[in-house]
């Protein structure tokens, strides 16, 4: 048949194709040649770790604080935020730049709350990007002071609230007093159950990739595996974010109105799905929260079905 | 109309000549050098219009090549479509036949097309999912493009961005196996240097002829990646339309362009860093 490049008279109309079902329930008919999508690995481990919702440390309130609208079998396991907009929010208000980002941790506090609340189990904050590093040197001083005297202060709140921190990035950068300090406190609420808070340091997602390939290249020169060998589980169990249950967000937020990923958590962010609001990070509260997950919770999520 | 009647309505005519008037006002500031696009929403177009799927397909390719011919007419020098996705062979047979189908019909336009403008094209996925029939006609077309450079056209089939990071590291560190370099040494200043690194992974990429897209526009309304250029676009303009893909003309073109000129300064201060 020539390449047909206008309608035939009458065509019929045939059954709609099952978008809404999930992939899994569809069949495979091409299962020959199909891989495995790297979506399988986290739709069945968020499959298989369903029923163990309940296990998760819970506060009795905690379940009757959703929201109204917001429907909890629908909410996603793993937020991802990237929290621009603290300069421009100092610089509206004629304020120092280290004010927008005190009021940017500020915020960063009430997010955490919130989902300690709502029952979202992770998310990961973009604080410092490797491109960061440009900055000037007494702004990135400052966030270097930040960060340690904000995990200082916040210590006593993750053990009592039960919240895990892991720090994903290249910290051989950091001064070798905030690296002992985020390794420490990584070491040391490893085993809380709660809610898990992952602080992107000098990371992006190039050097994520690049670090696993490295690591997957010195285990096939050690001959713990051939270079064929590499599959996406290999390649996630080296990334960054294999410190995680659920290791791809559902969801990315970014704010301040600008519309790019800025190299933040690449491979992961596959299938995520993406939400730009445009508010400053500062301003970004429970309100905003809300329209972001209700807009998530709205999203038909096919995955190329 | 045959295909080669429709091409020719495209690039003469009123209609041409006001586009390129148009075009010529947009040029006025920055072009997108790289346009990538997501072609989502043929199947919705379809029962919106309450015709079958396949007849939104044919109708999502037609968009395609008014878009090929839009971004030659402005100026822009790559263009990336997200054809098929490794994981749309979940879908039901008779539309994944449909699509090998096109990707076929498509081939043999785009072979008229490449010597009537030089454009170069590209097919970048695991050609190896497709048909013995399909490979063969996207590699001949390759070979016989391959020393174009007007304008390059990368047909992104059998792709996802995982499986292309995967290949090319397994790819990377195959090279530095067979040059017999260790993956560690030492630099002068006894501190670990590591060579592989992102311009090794990079130019191991299916995607690896054209630079990073300037902006990456997707169509059907939808915000998310779908393991297309994830790599690729970390940097770049993200643009939603509401629109569904066969529906998407010149106005809409110009808006994504408009809209990457708004962020323009960004991207401007983004190179000058890199």
Redesign the interface.
């Known amino acids: 048949?020539?390449?047909?490049?206008?309608?035939?008279p009458t065509?019929?109309?045939?059954a709609?194709?099952p978008?809404s079902k999930p992939?899994f329930l569809?069949p495979?008919?091409?299962t020959l040649?199909?891989?495995k999508?790297?979506?399988c690995s986290s739709m069945e481990h968020a499959l298989t770790h369903q029923g163990k919702q309940e296990a998760f440390d819970r506060r009795p309130e905690d379940s009757q604080t959703l929201p109204l609208g917001l429907r909890r079998d629908a909410m996603p396991s793993h937020v991802a935020v990237i929290m621009d907009g603290n300069r421009r929010w100092a610089r509206l208000r004629d304020l120092p730049v280290r004010s927008g980002y005190e009021a940017g941790v500020e915020s960063l506090r009430k997010i955490v709350e919130i989902c300690c609340k709502w029952g979202i189990k992770v998310l990961s904050v973009f604080a410092f990007s490797s491109?960061n590093w440009?900055r000037p040197k007494v702004e990135v001083e400052f966030l270097m002071s930040l960060f340690e005297r904000g995990m200082q202060e916040d210590t006593g709140i993750f053990f009592r609230e039960n919240i895990r921190i892991s720090v994903i990035g290249d910290l051989t950068k950091l001064p070798k007093a905030l690296q002992e300090l985020m390794v420490n406190l990584e070491e040391a609420t490893k085993n809380n159950t709660r809610f898990q808070l992952i602080v992107a340091v000098s990371y992006?997602?190039?050097y994520d990739?690049?670090q696993?390939?490295?690591r997957?290249?010195?285990k096939?020169?050690c001959g713990l595996i051939e270079?064929?060998d590499?599959?996406?589980s290999l390649?996630e169990q080296e990334l960054e974010t294999n410190c995680t249950e659920f290791p791809h967000p559902d969801l990315l937020i970014r704010t301040s109105g600008?519309?790019?990923?800025?190299?933040f958590m690449?491979?992961q962010?596959?299938?995520?799905?993406?939400?730009?609001a445009q508010s400053l990070w500062p301003d970004f509260g429970e309100a905003e929260f809300l329209k972001a997950l209700l807009a998530f919770q709205q999203?038909q999520r096919r995955?190329?079905? | 109309m045959l295909r080669e009647d429709i091409i020719i309505d495209i690039f003469s005519g009123w209609r041409s000549f006001l586009r390129k008037c148009l075009f010529r006002v947009l040029r006025v500031g920055p072009i997108p050098s790289h346009v990538a696009v997501i072609m989502d929403g043929n199947r919705r177009y379809a029962k919106k219009k309450k015709i079958d799927d396949m007849t939104g397909y044919d109708a999502g390719a037609l968009a395609l090549l008014h878009l090929i011919i839009y971004c030659m007419e402005l100026g822009v020098k790559y263009v990336t479509a997200y054809a098929f996705s490794i994981d749309n062979f979940r879908r039901q047979p008779e539309e994944v036949q449909k699509i090998m189908d096109l990707t076929m019909e498509s081939v043999m336009l785009l072979t008229w097309i490449s010597k009537l403008r030089s454009v170069r094209v590209h097919f970048a996925g695991k050609l190896q999912l497709l048909s013995a029939e399909i490979q063969d006609a996207a590699k001949r077309l390759m070979e016989s493009t391959a020393g174009y450079n007007n304008f390059v056209l990368t047909i992104c089939i059998c792709y996802t961005s995982s499986d292309e990071i995967l290949h090319a590291v397994e790819k990377s560190c195959k090279e530095k196996w067979d040059d017999g370099i260790g993956i560690m040494g030492y630099d002068k200043g006894n501190d670990y240097e590591r060579l592989i690194k992102v311009e090794d992974i990079e130019k191991h990429m299916y995607t690896a002829i054209a630079p990073d897209p300037d902006i990456l526009i997707r169509t059907g309304g939808e915000y998310r990646l779908s393991n297309f250029l994830v790599w690729q676009s970390s940097c770049c303009h993200l643009s939603s339309l509401g629109t569904v893909w066969p529906e998407f003309g010149v106005f809409h073109l110009v808006w994504a362009v408009l809209d990457f000129q708004k962020n323009y300064r960004y991207f401007a201060k983004k190179k000058l860093q890199l």
Request: charged share 10%.
């Open positions: 048949m020539p390449f047909s490049l206008h309608f035939s065509p019929p109309i045939t709609p194709s978008l992939f569809v495979y008919y091409h040649h199909a891989p999508s790297p979506l491109d440009f992006s997602g190039h990739v690049v696993a390939c490295q997957l290249a010195l096939a020169k270079p064929s590499i599959n996406v390649m600008e519309f790019r990923i800025s190299n690449l491979w962010l596959a299938y995520t799905e993406l939400f730009f999203r995955y190329g079905v």
